[in-house]
């Protein structure tokens, strides 16, 4: 493991240089490392940035190395918060070690070049960029909090968190591959009684909106707060307790009735410690007892139990496939596909959303395995999963990697 915390410790010690001067409230996309490698990165200073004053900083990870678009749904917390945002144009889907080595020049640079206030540095990241921000925070234990869009951790069980003190913000679409994934990774951290909350929205495969976003950065920093990490005042934290009423209110309205109990409870875990919520307790209580949201989550947890099942069989079939990619039987795949399809059409929402998340899920598979950066692979293992990809989305549809 290649990831050097010593990094980590020079930049709280030491003063940024201030080097460059750029320019605040624009994107600036490519910045230099230095003139020895083609590394690059895209930078966001907010408009109360101030170059004599320490700030808050969030790292971002696209799984596609694309700086800008890692950024853009970021800008919103960012003014909100005063956070850098910094977004690597090479850090992708592949070797962690890598990864690291381009992480480890990425901080060198900014810690060198801006004052950042040691305990308020973020890292967020969607997909392969995500679990590779999980990461990182495990690795250094010197974060402040994470922001997980679209996944959760590394298959590398030393990758995964347990003891470690930062906060978990995670954020996935109820049409996203990884969404029994994320539930599971909540319920997980709920056992070592880490600091987490999972916010999910109607959203596939995709970077979430920046209005998620603003809402996993509202309460990391109440997080922030609870641990001394940060100072806020009494009207501070009650514009974040009215702003995030306001959202839960407006699922309500709009009847999203598991979005509704979720954005209550979160409002009630985050803010109970400083207001009487004995109404939100009721309204939950009540909410709780509506018919149709007792036959949404009791359709919800039948659903999950049956992808759990679908995503084994599905995995099994496509490593049988993929090592023997002469004997391939497509015929299956066309039957198997067929039905998935057909639970699109269902008049149960969440079977719809089931169907569209495995079809997502072995649209990526292939994606990965045919991916050079992810495997080596030849030429009959691309034909195989170049095929399947095609099955799943004839146009060749990308927007799980959006």
């Known amino acids: 493991m290649k990831l050097k915390v010593s990094v980590f410790l020079l930049g709280f010690i030491v003063l940024g240089n201030a080097q460059e001067t750029f320019e605040i409230g624009k994107i600036i996309d490519s910045i230099k490392i230095s003139e020895s490698t083609k590394e690059t990165f895209a930078l966001y200073l907010p408009q109360s940035f101030n170059h004599t004053q320490p700030s808050s900083v969030v790292y971002i990870f696209d799984p596609a190395a694309r700086g800008k678009v890692g950024i ?40 060198s070049n801006f004052q950042i206030r040691e305990n308020q540095v973020f890292l967020a990241g969607f997909s392969g960029g995500s679990r590779l921000a999980s990461t ?41 591959m990884n969404y029994v994934e994320m539930i599971k990774t909540k319920r997980y951290l709920q056992n070592f009684n880490f600091t987490q909350t999972l916010i999910t929205y109607n959203g596939n495969h995709s970077w979430p909106h920046e209005e998620e976003i603003l809402k996993a950065f509202d309460w990391l920093e109440i997080q922030a707060y609870k641990k001394g990490k940060k100072t806020k005042t009494d009207e501070q934290i009650y514009k974040s307790y009215q702003s995030n009423y306001a959202v839960a ?14 954005n209550y409870q979160r409002l009630l875990d985050t803010y109970q410690s400083f207001y009487d919520l004995d109404s939100i307790k ?17 359709s919800l ?47 149960d929402s969440e079977i719809q959303k089931m169907g569209m998340r495995m079809r997502y899920k072995i649209f990526a598979r292939a994606y990965e ?16 999963c170049d095929t399947i990809r095609k099955m799943v989305y004839p146009e060749f549809d990308k927007k799980w990697l959006r």
């Open 136 to 176: 990182i925070a495990v690795l250094t234990n010197k974060i402040a909090g994470v922001v997980a869009c679209g996944a959760g951790f590394s298959s590398n069980p030393n990758h995964v968190p347990s003891t470690q003190k930062f906060s978990y913000a995670a954020i996935c679409g109820n049409e996203d």
């Open 369 to 384: 395995k045919s991916s050079p950066n992810l495997n080596q692979v030849n030429r009959l293992e691309k034909q195989f």
């Open 282 to 298: 009721t309204k939950l209580k009540n909410l709780k007892k509506d018919k149709l949201y007792i036959k949404t989550i009791n």
């Open 72 to 111: 853009k749904p970021f800008i919103k917390a960012s003014e909100r918060y005063n956070y850098i945002l910094v977004c690597s144009n090479n850090t992708r889907n592949g070797p962690y070690e890598r990864n690291f080595d381009i992480t480890d020049r990425l901080f060198d640079f900014t810690f």
């Open 301 to 347: 947890s039948k659903v999950l139990e049956e992808e759990i099942k679908q995503t084994d069989k599905f995995n099994l079939r496509f490593s049988e496939d993929y090592k023997n990619p002469k004997k391939v039987n497509f015929s299956w795949w066309e039957r198997e596909l067929g039905k998935l399809r057909k639970l699109e059409n269902s008049k």
């Open 249 to 262: 209110v407006e699922a309500e309205k709009n009847e999203r009735r598991l979005q509704t109990i979720e």
